[in-house]
């Protein structure tokens, strides 16, 4: 559900599993793959795959799992709109940026809903066709469903990871997640801001000394924040985190800069945004996340001069 680039990658990957897959994307995006299939640059090599693409969510009605794929600020609308069309025992499966989708989701739905952590760098340069810059795990909490649904929802999840398997992509299950998605949310608000504004890929801005000091800042002030939440992480391990994602993806563009470039509404309100309003709620200063976010929102909303 909302295939973009992530959505699209990890369909296809499905797919070339051996797992009937259903992706519901774009009207542009959707015409294209009926007509070319999905078209994918990939670092592992060209690929064509053949997908079945629709433009409307009433399609997956018969899923046993379903991938929320939209962006955190369509999270409660496709809740909503998914919650009624779902069979009860469907595993809803968020693959979004952000740490609080999952839960967001899980308020709206009856489906149990799992928390997921995606690493991938992946674009769309064009209807149908996808490029992709390296990575492509998952990190999988466990179900958020009530105590009697969750035997049922576990037996999904294994399905589920069975499936990725043979599709040949890494995941593991987490013991709490919540490590992993804060984890994952420093390396958002270290790249994605900076990445945005200068256009730049994640090698070049990781090459620059004062590009990195203003990361290490991002970073401390998100493992305060992480702390005074409660969340066992710590400083060195988002900071080794963080480095890490530009030697292995150092062709990435963050999906903000993608987003800003085509004049789309960008997540920075879930990413920095999300570490202000809660550092705020917990007393933290965060300044230089607040900074980031505030110039994201100004690029993003301001229009040229006439």
Known sequence: MGAGAVGLYFGARLHQGGTPVTVVARPAHVDAIRRDGLVIDSVDGPATVALDAVDTPDALSSCDAVLVCVKSVDTDTVATLLADRLPADTLVVSLQNGVDNAWRLR???????????????????????????????????????????????????????????????????????????????????????????????????????????????VTDEIAAVAAGDGVPVTRAALGDAVRAIAEAMPQALSSTAQDLAAGRRTEIDDLNGFVVRRGRMLGVPTPVNETLRALVKFVETARPAL
């Not at 608000?189 to 004062?210: E, H, K, M, P, W």
Request: charged share 25%; proline share 5%.
């Open 107 to 217: 308020e709206r739905m009856p489906q149990a809903v799992v928390p997921g952590v995606v690493y991938v760098s992946a674009e769309m340069t064009a209807p149908g066709r996808l490029r992709h810059n390296g990575s492509g795990r998952l990190i999988l909490g466990t179900p958020l469903a009530a105590a009697d649904e969750r035997g049922e929802a576990l037996l999904r999840l294994t399905a589920f990871e069975a499936a990725l398997a043979r599709a040949r992509v890494p995941s593991r299950r987490s013991d709490d997640v919540r490590v992993d998605l804060w984890t994952k949310l420093t390396a958002n608000c270290a790249y994605n801001a900076i990445s945005a504004l200068t256009q730049l890929r994640y090698g070049r801005l990781a090459g620059d000394a004062g590009v990195r000091a203003v990361m290490d800042n």
